[in-house]
């Protein structure tokens, strides 16, 4: 059974593999799932309204000054925290107000949690958005997906709204300097771990030269049955050579 999805602005603060103590936000509606994407893996189950324009949706979304007023409640009750990430139930960046929320949000961990860093996970399609690439300045960690080396197994294993190309993502992340790329591979129906793909992904990654990628398979229940995770082993092996080809950091987590 997939994860319900959160059923507030913020959540945790949680213990995160990847960032350690982490405050969540979330952007998205909780009653349902609203993405751009509608990926095979994702443990927050199928996208009920898939779509890349929320401004017509408002009246589901928090507004940007009620997300501020929450998160800084968070902030000032919280233990000490490692990072303030957005992720929630689908794109924060979909969010209307997501420059003005970011920008906030940063003066708010810098007043509360200054030792904290704020990260963005985000699955890309909103780089497109000019206001959303010039946001990304406000985040410590840019985090941004790149699941596929090829259109075809994009479209499979991403499953995108209408009107979002992936040759246009990656075009976007080669303009960006300090970001982190992060994969998620699985084997099985619509897999993205054949040798083709394999070596059209360390190409993309080598040509968008991210500070880093973060490497890692599934661990939750996830949307589609018919996917299974990778072996960590096999992981290790695929990051090892990515590293090779790519000359940029690979790290796996789950190990």
């Not at 979330?26 to 324009?53: E, I, M, Q, W």
């Not at 925290?81 to 003005?100: D, K």
């Not at 970001?179 to 771990?193: A, F, P, R, W, Y």
């Amino acid at each position: 059974m997939v994860y319900s999805l959160q059923t507030g602005i913020v959540y945790g603060p949680v213990r995160s593999r990847r960032f350690g103590r982490s405050l969540g936000i979330n952007l998205s509606p909780c009653a349902r799932k609203l993405c751009s994407f509608d990926c095979v893996y994702c443990h927050y189950g199928a996208t009920d309204r898939l779509t890349t324009d929320l401004s017509m949706l408002a009246d589901e979304l928090p507004s940007a000054e009620l997300v501020l007023d929450v998160v800084e409640v968070a902030l000032r009750s919280a233990e000490q925290l490692e990072v303030v990430t957005f992720s929630g139930n689908g794109e924060p960046t979909l969010h209307p107000e997501f420059p003005a929320i970011a920008r906030g949000v940063a003066e708010l961990v810098e007043r509360w949690q200054p030792e904290a860093r704020t990260v963005l996970l985000s699955n890309s399609s909103g780089l497109s958005r000019r206001e959303v690439h010039d946001a990304l300045a406000a985040i410590d960690l840019p985090v941004l997906k790149l699941d596929a080396g090829t259109r075809e197994t994009f479209q499979a294993v991403n499953r995108p709204a209408r009107g979002v190309r992936f040759e246009e993502i990656v075009d976007e992340l080669s303009t960006l300097s300090r970001i982190t790329l992060q994969t998620l591979l699985i084997d099985g129906e619509h897999g993205n771990t054949s040798p083709h793909e394999l070596s059209a992904y360390f190409e993309l990654v080598r040509w968008i030269a991210p500070v880093g990628v973060q490497l890692y398979s599934t661990d939750r229940p996830v949307a589609k049955t018919a996917t299974r995770r990778v072996a960590v082993e096999r992981l290790l092996e695929i990051a090892a050579q990515g590293q090779q080809r790519a000359g940029v950091p690979f790290r796996v987590y789950g190990v």
